[in-house]
């Protein structure tokens, strides 16, 4: 009897082992290999690589999970690619040189930031077409917007701002002056914050949506890692808010901010010059692309700590996670 | 004619400041508090070259660092415009026996309190000492003297550009990192080299390198093309560069191109060549394209129609300096601006990996050094291993401890 009922909960145990949990599609784009290698998050390997434009950097996912938008940055285009088949289907107008972009959230416009032109592009996705040029300071790159897609964001890097655009008008409303070489702007679910990565200043401002203020600096400090090259670039927060990921470039960690201190937590080792995070959408894993050392790591974000590496192309730049 | 410009130049400005404010009042003439504006001035003095560069791809051009100053000036506007401040940069070129000092004096008197200068140290030291009760910061773009920084410092100057030393520490590393530690060291007669050969002893010194010969060539060069003498310095190295002493690599210090362009080889052992020649250390590179220089390298061909020289970027990091302090600081005030643009605070990111920021001792810009060829950047200096308890960046040129820089 105790053994049968040992056998049926091992069998129970089995089973429940093997159904497996929603693998999710993650595209890294490979700088320098001009392809993306598309990840199984539950297998966690490679199931495919895919020969795509020059200089493959920003890339993300249409809301329907379909389509994968990326820069092809050497190309001045995005191109819009079959996130089934593989298949590069069209390219979309972009202006020279597009690096980084957001999707509005109802999945349409996309904001492209145009590195050598001081621009943000605004484009429908749909029609193809470009609906705006907004001017923003010198070399924009960083690109978030609210939840609700009242406002966005753009970070120039030269100039040192964060923008707020006013995207039903497309004009900047305010200017934020954050730290040296701006990166990255996240907001958070419930658009309280927007938070800005500042790589060459070494620092992440956390700006109120409501105010424009920079309500708290966030610094770094790793024993044994030289201070300069402590440089946030990619950022990521849970949606409950609670958890901050900040990529550290070539100090080849990924820093763990408490969302409601905004104190560092913990450092965690990845791999060499890490550059941007995307959570898989259960939020079991966030994955970091590390340049230098041409792998991604994936960390578990409920226990906090690295499970894995994944070698991928050369100089694996973006990455994005399919929603479904 | 020039007033008309600015009168429209400003009118575009304050139509765009206006749109960008939520609640901006119109602007008027009367009422020029609206908009910040900071005057940069621009002093080129000409300088009589014995010579044309030996090599015709490193002929002068009328717009060497003024074209990075414009950059400059064009990338503080773009931000400017979002904080009311606009920058106006005047140019003045010197002819060869011009007066820099007066041309420097009538653009202070004339409310120009930062004054960007390309000239030799002389005559950087004599503006220097013209304008030292005014309020003016003058920026070195192109006097790499050493002394400048050091026993002849002044309050008043700021280097965007590396030292001599500096440029040979940057060498110095890469070679110790690289294990070719046996230099053979030749040097020109000018003053010029005769510093610059002194640095290279010094870097040797201190990094664990060892200088197994010297020799110093006597000739003092002649016109690029029609002197038939050009003929025989060529052929003259072979024999020059021989050396009893066994060595890794020949370190040339020829300021001046009388025959260091024609060592590579042509050296009577197969040896590299570096120094003023062959692999050569600078602020800056044509082709670097890491850290996000790409962008700012096609911005300035975009605007100059060539590539980004050494000088160019010197005087764009002078601009820029300018330009991120008054963002910064928020305000016109002279004495602010100086003292943010010195103090810890103020820091410029400048595509080197890592931001730059003054050495309050002596008015140095820290740098990181590329050394390379003609085509590409081989190395940066600091090379990994070289440490510093301030940053690594402190272990190229004269340190604070043993500097004999007093303001």
Request: neutral net charge.
């Amino acid at each position: 009897m105790y053994e049968r009922r040992l056998f049926a909960l091992g069998m129970a145990s089995l089973i429940a082992g093997m159904t497996p949990a929603h693998a999710y599609k993650v595209f890294v784009s490979n700088e320098k290999d001009n392809t993306i290698s598309v990840i199984d998050s539950e297998k966690l390997e490679v199931i495919e690589t895919v020969k795509v434009g020059d200089r493959p950097r920003g890339i993300t996912m249409s809301k329907d999970g379909k389509h994968v938008y990326l820069c092809a940055s050497d190309n001045d285009t995005v191109q819009v690619i079959d996130a089934a088949t593989y298949k590069i289907l069209y390219d979309l107008p972009s202006g020279p040189d597009p690096e980084l972009f957001v999707l509005h959230p109802s999945g349409n416009p996309l904001y492209i930031a145009n590195e050598d032109d001081n621009l943000v592009t605004v484009v429908d996705v749909l029609n193809k077409k470009v609906l705006a040029e907004v001017p923003v300071g010198v070399e924009p790159e960083g690109m978030g917007i609210s939840p609700d897609g009242k406002f966005m964001v753009n970070t120039s890097e030269t100039t040192n701002m964060a923008h707020f655009i006013d995207t039903s008008t497309n004009e900047i409303v305010t200017n934020v002056l954050v730290d040296a070489r701006p990166r990255f702007a996240e907001f958070t679910q419930d658009g309280k914050y927007v938070y800005v990565t500042a790589e060459i200043g070494g620092t992440v401002s956390v700006i109120d949506t409501k105010t424009r203020e920079i309500v708290k600096k966030i610094t770094f400090e790793v024993p044994g890692v030289a201070p300069e090259a402590l440089q946030p670039v990619g950022l990521r927060v849970t949606k409950d808010g609670k958890k901050v990921f900040v990529a550290l470039g070539p100090a080849n960690r990924v820093a763990l901010i408490n969302g409601e201190t905004f104190e560092v937590e913990k450092y965690m080792l990845v791999g060499q010059r890490v550059w941007q995070l995307a959570f898989t959408p259960d939020e079991k894993y966030i994955f970091s692309t590390n340049g230098v050392s041409n792998d991604v790591s994936v960390i578990d974000v409920k226990e906090e700590k690295v499970i894995k590496t994944i070698k991928v192309g050369r100089l694996p730049w973006g990455v994005t996670i399919a929603p479904n | 004619m020039r007033v008309t410009r600015r009168r429209v130049s400003l009118f575009v400005f304050a139509f765009l400041a206006s749109s960008l404010a939520v609640q901006s009042p119109s602007w008027s003439q009367t009422n020029p508090s609206e908009v910040t504006k900071i005057l940069i001035g621009y002093i080129k003095q000409e300088v009589d070259k014995k010579a044309l560069p030996l090599s015709r791809l490193d002929n002068p051009l009328e717009d060497d660092g003024i074209a990075g100053a414009r950059l400059g000036l064009d990338d503080n506007n773009t931000s400017g415009k979002f904080l009311k401040q606009e920058f106006l940069l005047k140019e003045i070129t010197v002819p060869v026996g011009g007066d820099a000092v007066a041309a420097a004096k009538s653009l202070v008197a004339e409310g120009y309190r930062m004054l960007v200068v390309d000239a030799p140290a002389p005559t950087l030291l004599q503006i220097s000492d013209a304008v030292k009760g005014d309020d003016a910061l003058l920026f070195n773009v192109s006097a790499t003297d050493t002394a400048l920084r050091e026993e002849n410092c002044r309050i008043n100057v700021l280097h965007t550009l590396p030292s001599r030393d500096m440029l040979a520490d940057a060498l110095a590393q890469y070679f110790v990192w690289k294990k070719w530690t046996k230099w053979f060291l030749i040097y020109g007669a000018y003053p010029d080299d005769v510093l610059n050969a002194d640095a290279i002893r010094r870097a040797a010194k201190r990094f664990g390198a060892k200088i197994v010969a010297e020799k110093e060539y006597k000739e003092a060069g002649g016109a690029r093309r029609t002197d038939s003498g050009h003929e025989q310095i060529q052929a003259q190295m072979p024999v020059f560069t021989q050396s009893s002493a066994d060595h890794d690599v020949l370190v040339v210090a020829d300021e001046n191109e009388v025959f260091g362009p024609y060592v590579p080889y042509r050296t009577w052992s197969p040896r590299p060549v570096a120094g003023t020649s062959g692999l050569t250390p600078a602020s800056w590179h044509p082709a670097h394209e890491q850290w996000g220089a790409t962008q700012f390298q096609n911005r300035f061909f975009k605007a100059a129609k060539r590539g980004v020289r050494a000088i160019d970027y010197n005087a764009w990091l002078a601009v820029r300096a300018i330009g991120e302090s008054v963002t910064r600081v928020k305000s016109d005030d002279f004495k602010q601006l100086k003292d943010y643009m010195k103090g810890p605070e103020f820091s410029l990111a400048a595509f080197k990996g890592q931001k730059l920021t003054f050495r309050p001792w002596n008015g140095q810009l820290r740098h990181a050094i590329v050394v390379g060829d003609r085509h590409l950047p081989v190395s940066w200096s600091p090379q990994p291993g070289f440490l510093h308890q301030v940053t690594p960046l402190d272990t190229l040129g004269i340190d604070q401890p043993e500097s004999k820089c007093r303001f």
